[in-house]
């Protein structure tokens, strides 16, 4: 990855702080922030299984579609937050060049 593709991921996390900062919980982002690296625990299954599940947890569309559909069903402020917090753990690894894993 290159370093404007980092700084843009750098940027990004740091707005996502500040708009969880307005509504968030910081003991609830000290608690989920580590949540999506379970799914590394599909390792232990075999290579294939734990790079789909690391994948699949560490993509931004899930995440994004599920913040914008609560979003406009103005339905609950912790789903909101859950979804902000695991947007930036995808960020802050991305910005960090912790990529996800290549296709076989």
Request: charged content about 10%; hydrophobic content about 50%.
């Amino acid at each position: 990855m290159t370093k404007i593709y980092r700084y843009e991921y750098a940027s990004l996390s740091i707005a996502l702080l500040i708009i969880y900062s307005h509504m968030g919980n910081w003991e609830l982002l000290s608690i989920l922030y580590l949540i999506p690296d379970i799914t590394a625990l599909g390792f232990f299954i075999s290579t294939k299984t734990g790079e789909k599940t690391y994948n699949l947890s560490h993509t931004l569309l899930l995440p994004i579609v599920l913040l914008s559909v609560n979003l406009i069903t103005k339905s609950n402020n912790l789903f909101t937050s859950i979804m902000i917090i695991w947007l930036l753990h995808i960020t802050i690894d991305r910005a960090l060049d912790w990529n996800l894993f290549p296709r076989n």
